[in-house]
Every structure is written in structure tokens, then in C-alpha cells.
């Protein structure tokens, strides 16, 4: 039976088992960083946080944070039916609200 899967894998060089293809769907999944990605871009990218990142960084419950941002309160931008989030301007948001 190893010699017919072997067989098969060099009539089929694409086919990946189920680890193999995980670990690529992994690699795929992961964000480009470094100085040479960066500098392709010309400029800095700041990434984006979906409504659990944000949400954890506030401590707040995700809904919470997703109702601030449909009402204007919050700072976002609504990708299809996500919402994301930069740290900045939640940073920013944080500081408009604190009382000294």
C-alpha cells in the first residue's frame, strides 16, 4: 500500500496530505512583515484588528465595540459584514474619553 500511495503522489506532484496542506493553508493564512515587504509598499501599513483583537485590547465584549462602531462612535471600517479596527484610533478613542 506505500508503494501505491507513492505512486500516486508522483502521478499527482499537486496533491498534498491533509498536515501538508494545513501547513500551507497556514502560511498562506500568515501576514507579510519585515523591512522588504514594508518598503514595497512605500509606506507603512498599519494592520488591522478584527472585532475580538480590538475588543480584547479594550475589554470589551466584541458586540460591544461592533455597536460603537455602527453608531459612529468608534472609528472603523466595515469589510463586507466584518468589522477592523486600527489600534491607533482606538488608542485615540481611549484618550478623547478619559477625564483628568
Known sequence: MNSRIKDNQLAHPQR???SDFAKQQNESRSQ????????SL?????????????AKLLRIHPKT???????GEVQAVRIGKLWRFRASHLNDWVNSRMSY
Not at 465595540?65 to 453608531?71: E, G, I, S
Open 16 to 18: 498534498l496530505n491533509k
Open 32 to 39: 507579510p512583515s519585515g523591512p522588504d515587504y514594508q518598503s
Open 42 to 54: 512605500g509606506t507603512n501599513f498599519e494592520p488591522l484588528l478584527d472585532s475580538e483583537d480590538a
Open 65 to 71: 465595540l461592533q455597536k460603537l462602531a455602527r453608531n
